[in-house]
């Protein structure tokens, strides 16, 4: 791409009860449990990244965990909060169980164009996100953002033209930055995957 790109660092939002039990959480507003507390409290950000801004959306899960990082990295600079990057509504099925799901639509629960009674298909997602990046990107200047795992990987599906079915191709652990840029035409491109956080524990759920 010539057009020029804003280096963007994703961070999904720590542990929540709704994780640990597979439930869907989609828009309800869910806070981070005690482990999530501590994985968050936890990490360091790499010299290059410590002293970034925050843009997170603004669900309670993400709200803490951009607090708790910016609490613990003193050189972060302000938080700020963007509705488009709420993640994936699950309609009907928020606040149920993933294998319940499953068993249900068989291989449609993972489907990218599979859309919930009331809710969003993966695919709905791409015009909402790519809206947030184009914003974003304005400002060259690299940010963090703190968000959800519907919508990292549907920033990964901008950038790779993935088609949204199934896990995503390349592996994103939610313990360490997802490193995209983004640009004032709402694309993406994958600049670093799956980059360390110092002190991040190396066990426990990655759900």
Known sequence: MTEAMTRLVFLRHGLTDWNVERRMQGRRD?????????MVAAWRLPEELANLSIVASPLIRCR????ILKANNPGLGPITFDERLVEKSWGVWEGRNLHEMEAELGDAAHAGDHR????????????RISDALADIATDPTPRIVVTHRGVIRTVYALATGWDMTGETPDEMSRRKAQIFRGAADGSAEIDRLNVALTNTPTTGSDT
């Open 30 to 38: 869910i806070t981070l449990n005690d482990d999530g507390r501590a």
């Open 64 to 67: 803490e965990t951009a607090d």
């Open 116 to 127: 919930p009674e009331g809710g969003e298909s993966r695919q709905d997602m791409l015009p």
